[in-house]
């Protein structure tokens, strides 16, 4: 086992060095640049402009910037924000538990529902239940995150008056935020309501973020699930008198189980991509609306930064999931 | 950090809840994030908003839905004769806030005045890079830095500028967000501690409201400020909800979860103004948008070759298509609610027939030339690629070929200032300070025709310059204002734009709020708001 997840972490400092390069690069193959964006209509003289950049170290050949980062990435530095002069660490060590507690509301909406339904649309395959869910899967699936959840917006914010419209808490509310987690800390304000606000506040951008992965999940169940009831243990479990509940339950469901687990942990990465989306839509303030902010203001320090951030918590996930899955499987393992 | 910043959070709330079970709260959904709550190093509106006109005065203000100058934290101020000389009466017993992270042990004076311009211009300045690789952008552009020769404090509540020549427009400088009013006393307090970047972080100004806390991208809380000396503002907390999306904003603001809302969508303005329980207030604003032509390259070195594309393309189409009605053809480069605006000049009037037989006497045919529409929404312009579609279908009926390019944002700004750009470029502008040289000087002077310069025409026409120059000089605004209506006679005679329009300013807001008032300068200002219970 120790060999195993030595293995496994082996691969992380040639990802961590692939990343670096992508994340440094990225930004600076978009076109225009933050002193640009400055300017605005007003312009910027030819010596002005140069003078600027200097100041940034963005006149440097970017080889030298790259080093630097690199150096100070090894010493911990994560650089400052060329527009809010804050820390990168620090803006998303404040801003990240917001994306995780939608994250996390997401991925158990996606789970709670998502499995039962592929494993009864499975039990139940050609069904009008089977087709009816794995359609739903399919729109799910190729939903337009942004119209989405602007149309549940008007749906139920607007002309229901359900749920709130954007926002983590209602503003009448006012209490410190010890853990950044607002179900948490409403619940330590002591203050009647407010965590029903804060839950309230959740619903809508976790049904939006939940959407693509529960479509994923629910497919990938289902899929699994019918690969598993024909194997010949299930028989044997049948044959040999089990219960239909202890058949799907013991034997098809925990074999099934094993592929569902790989695909839930890669859906953190597309949770973090559809925070994106989902946060921008929801003025959620975590750190997907942070990125899509810095990425129009081309600040170079926060979108090199914070993809690193987002893509270490995306490959320890799926590090994590990599050791369960040998935990589980045995033959992964041994192999 | 994270625990003081809970310590403050909690502290600050018992403040706002000692404040009484009534207290009035007004919500505001903000269109983004400040950049930080110093003004002076940043350019953005957004900022300004949630930072000068909340927490910050300035020695001079504009009057509130106004261009026009009013006593600030200056209670008086006179002019030399020569021009060169400003001196600034400062009102006594004017108090910096009092908050969890600084008590003031003194009152506004001199001191605080100079400081807050000298830590702009002075390099040599301890606390000109109290954040390592921190810029002054408006101190530059508006000239302050080689404006200014010299300041003095005359006594505790006198200060006297010098300037190296007479400027006119520069007491409307001061009253811009960037010259806002900082206290000397609270930075030297940072620095001593060692800890200067607060000064970004936790604002102390003289304004109406004082800071209470930042939840980073989500919500900035204010109190009023009880030692304000101005008249003290009607609600007792501000809370700003950031919320970027205006489709979403609009959507708050009918679920009553804010009381108003800046920037709404073209689209949404009609349902918004349905709303029995909200007003749309609306206001032309300060801006211009134009088509600069590149008067540095063939044909369109040539006005008449200006003047007749601009007698092909129908700008009201273009108003009622792009605007839906929501602005007014623009025929001078200044909007008409400014002083000075010459509404004597004739616009060239729409008539493709002559505009085809100009282009033929001018000796040009069979002309192909680009249209650059950019990639961005702006205040002036919703739309470009449709303004520049309908361009290109007025041109083509006078047989001109046009082809609409256009860059992302940053390299739109950077490639449409080069000398030998190829087309005619869609842009605009939007007053800083409500004074004429703003528009007129930043934009069609020969100092700025330069490459990166604002002059995206190039063109340098130096009876124009000359007018603008003498302009800037003289103090008498009647003298000012014959100067600048002379200079738009030689502009429309010129040609270096097409003028597009001057869009209107529309601001979505409950019915409970009254009081509030459209600063023709695009801030945000709530002072002067009250809100029903």
Sequence with gaps: MIKFILGRLSYLIPTFIGITIVAFGFVRILPGDPVLLMAGERGMSPEHYQEMMARLGFDRPIWQQYLDYLWKLLHGDFGNSIVTKQPVLSDFLTLFPATLELAFCAIVIAVVIGVPVGVLAALKRGSWFDQVTMTSALVGYSMPIFWWGLLLIILFSGNLGWTPVSGRMSLLYYFPTPTGFMLIDSLMSGQKGAFASAASHLILPSIVLATIPLAVIARQTRSAMLEVLSEDYVRTARAKGLTPRRVVGVHALRNAMIPVITT???????????????????????????????????????????????????????????????????????? | MKLKTSLLAASAMMAMLAGGVNAKTLIYCSEGSPEGFDPAPYTAGTTFDAAARTVYSRLVEFAPGTTSIVPGLAESWTISEDGLEYTFKLRAGVKFQTTDYFTPTRDLNADDVIFSFDRQGNADNPFNQYVAGISYEYYTSMGLDTMIKSMEKVDDLTVKFTLNAPNAPFLADLGMDFASIVSKEYADTLMAAGKGA?????????????????????????????????????????????????????????????????????????????????????????????????????????????????????????????????????????????????????????????????????????????????????????????????????????????????????????????????????????GDNGDPDNFMNVLLSCQAAGEGGANRSHWCNEEFSDLLAKAALASDIDERTRLYEQAQVIFKDQAPWLTIDHSTVFMPMSTKVTGYVMNPLGTHAFDTVDIAE
């Design chain 1, 264 to 335: 839930i942990g890669l859906q953190v990465g597309v949770l973090m991509a559809g925070a994106i989306l989902t946060e921008t839509i929801f003025s959620w303030p975590g750190i997907g609306k942070w990125m899509v902010d810095s990425i129009s203001r081309r600040d170079y320090p926060v979108v090199q930064s914070g993809l690193l951030l987002i893509a270490g918590i995306v490959m320890v996930v799926n590090l994590v999931v990599d050791l369960l899955y040998g935990l589980i499987n045995p033959r992964i393992r041994h192999s």
């Design chain 2, 198 to 430: 607060d000064f970004n972080n936790q604002p102390v100004g003289t304004g109406p409201f004082v800071f209470v806390a930042y939840q980073k991208d989500a919500v900035i809380r204010y109190k009023a400020n009880p030692d304000y000396f101005g008249t003290k503002p009607m609600v007792d907390d501000l809370v700003f909800a950031i919320t970027t999306d205006a489709a979403v904003r609009a959507q708050k603001l009918k679920a009553g979860e804010c009381h108003v809302m800046p920037y709404p969508a073209p689209a949404d303005i009609e349902a918004l103004k349905a709303d029995p329980n909200l007003t749309v207030m609306e206001q032309a604003g300060l801006n211009v948008a134009y088509l600069a032509y590149n008067t540095l390259q063939k044909p369109f070195d040539d006005p008449h070759v200006r003047k007749a594309l601009n007698m092909a393309i129908d700008k009201q189409a273009i108003i009622d298509a792009v605007f839906q009605g929501t602005g007014i053809v623009a025929k001078n480069p200044i909007p008409p609610t400014m002083w000075s605006y010459n509404d004597a000049v004739k616009d060239d009037a729409y008539d493709p027939d002559a505009a085809k037989k100009m282009l033929a006497d001018a000796g040009v045919s069979d002309l192909h030339m680009n249209i650059w529409a950019m990639p961005v929404q702006r205040p002036y312009m919703p739309n470009a690629r449709r303004t520049a579609e309908l361009m290109q279908a007025d041109l083509a009926r006078i047989g001109v070929t046009a082809e609409i390019v256009s860059y992302e944002w940053g390299e739109y700004l950077k490639k449409s200032t080069e000398l030998d750009r190829d087309g005619a470029v869609i842009l605009g502008w939007t």
